[in-house]
């Protein structure tokens, strides 16, 4: 961003600062996306959470007020947005991320034997982490792989057509760190 108001550090460039380190790289990281936008804008908002996730991990209220002052809304809009979502995480998450779709096209498919399988196999509940901090498993409302039920994404990395049969071999890859 140029003219009043631009944090772009001398000899910068202009460049990308995306993925930079703590201190102000979030700030010019979102900044840099904000630029793309109409001033006054509230479009680069998602974008915005998801730079302070990637740098955080999760969107804590910490992380929202550093998305807030950054696009110069209230940390309340930027949680009012994040929980409409469910790709971004208001609460710590495992190493590693499991999330079984559980929509129609998944359901009739057999979402639910899948997901009492992942639970099962990784002793906790959707919506929880293993106690070790490894894995985070949840249920979602659509991984849009309506044609390839059931979807589950793993770490990001959807699988498709998944039953109840596939989930130990999943979770021992998970836990072997492939």
Not at 49 to 55: G, H, N, S, Y
Not at 116 to 125: I, K, Q, R, T
Not at 138 to 144: F, H, K, Q, S, Y
Request: with cysteine.
């Amino acid at each position: 961003m140029t003219g009043v108001g631009s944090t772009e550090p001398a000899g910068s460039g202009g460049a990308d600062m995306r993925g930079a380190g703590a201190g102000n790289g979030l700030y010019e990281a979102i900044q840099a996306e904000r630029a793309k936008y109409p001033e006054g804008s509230r479009s680069a908002t998602l974008h915005a959470l998801r730079l302070a996730q990637e740098e955080h991990g999760w969107l804590s209220p910490d992380a929202l007020r550093e998305v807030a002052d950054a696009l110069e809304v209230t940390p309340a809009y930027c949680k009012a947005v994040a929980t409409f979502y469910d790709m971004y995480h208001l609460a710590p998450v495992g190493t590693h991320l499991v999330e079984v779709c559980t929509n129609l096209s998944c359901a009739l498919a057999g979402a639910q034997r899948v997901v009492d399988a992942f639970a099962s196999e990784l002793g906790v509940a959707p919506g929880e982490t293993t106690a070790d901090g490894d894995v985070t498993f949840r249920t979602v409302e659509c991984l849009g792989g309506c044609g390839y039920a059931t979807v589950v994404a793993v770490d990001h990395r959807y699988r498709q057509f998944v039953g109840p049969d596939d989930v130990a071999a999943i979770v021992e890859e998970l836990r072997a760190g492939s």
